[in-house]
């Protein structure tokens, strides 16, 4: 059984900065890395970016060169990096893992594993 926590989200003025914070307990089968979305109400769940076993990292166009991915295996923690917040990156942020390699890695249907989910508001 995987269980996901999301920390460090918060009330930040536009250009601001965040760290996220994905505490990770056990493994999926897959083992395929650890993902991270943003949902707003009223809209899906959407892929942020993910980092993969390999350490390798992908971001989507919306937040790359701002946001970065990396983890601490000592601590099986992932973070989300977050510079030069807009007040569109406004969300609850969450991680997930997924059990299969099946599926389109973009798509909130292909994890099965998810935190609580932290909230990230840019306002001034």
């Known amino acids: 059984q995987v269980h996901l926590v999301e920390s460090g989200g918060g009330l930040v003025q536009p250009g601001a900065s965040l760290k996220l914070t994905c505490a990770v307990s056990?493994?999926?089968?897959?083992?395929?890395?650890t993902a991270w979305f943003r949902q707003v109400p009223g809209k899906e769940r959407e892929f942020v970016g993910r980092?993969?076993?390999?350490?390798?990292?992908y971001l989507v166009d919306s937040v790359r060169g701002r946001f970065t991915i990396s983890r601490d295996d000592a601590k099986n923690t992932v973070y989300l990096q977050m510079t030069s917040l807009k007040p569109e990156d406004t969300a609850v942020y969450y991680c997930?893992?997924?059990?299969?390699?099946?599926?389109?890695?973009?798509?909130?249907?292909?994890?099965?594993?998810w935190g609580q989910g932290t909230q990230v508001t840019v306002s001034s």
């Open positions: 997930a893992q997924r059990s299969s390699t099946n599926g389109n890695v973009g798509q909130s249907q292909s994890y099965d594993y």
């Open positions: 056990g493994r999926t089968d897959s083992n395929d890395g």
């Open positions: 980092i993969h076993w390999t350490g390798s990292t």
